[in-house]
């Protein structure tokens, strides 16, 4: 019952693809989910100034369910962005403190075989991130 909206920004002078969860507008700054998730996956065939060409887009999105359906089946969660330049997609979620990310991480890494997958968190309860990439 998620809500998405888009938008184009830039980022070194390149395209910048915003996918937001409208949604995720109330529970911003919840302090039940303070956590910032992020996975980074760098493109195998990067296009700078550009953004993925249509086979490997097709591969992030096929990542990217991976990593929603990982993280969902391990705590609760709200994806909150999906980040697209010609370099990397950034998939962000805010989950609460006390997750075993490092097993996330690895189970995300040994089930996707044509990326890296990499991985961080941070304490960010006012959700700096969200606000940051999405529209008011």
Avoid at 23 to 48: Q, T, V, Y
Avoid at 52 to 57: A, C, F, G, K, Y
Avoid at 63 to 76: A, F, G, H, L
Avoid at 96 to 104: C, M
Wanted: hydrophobic share 35%.
């Amino acid at each position: 019952g998620h809500s998405w909206g888009v938008a184009q920004a830039g980022y070194d002078d390149s395209p910048l693809i915003v996918r937001y969860n409208e949604s995720a507008r109330d529970w911003a700054g919840h302090s039940e989910m303070p956590i910032k998730l992020g996975f980074a996956i760098p493109l195998n065939s990067p296009n700078e100034g550009g953004l993925p060409d249509p086979d490997e887009n097709e591969q992030l999105n096929v990542i990217e369910d991976i990593v929603v359906r990982e993280i969902e089946s391990r705590t609760r969660a709200l994806h909150a962005l999906a980040l697209t330049t010609g370099t990397m997609k950034e998939l962000v979620f805010y989950i609460p403190r006390g997750v075993d990310i490092k097993s996330i991480h690895e189970s995300i890494q040994s089930a996707v075989t044509t990326h890296e997958v990499q991985c961080m968190a941070v304490n960010e309860p006012n959700w700096d991130s969200f606000t940051q990439f999405t529209p008011t």
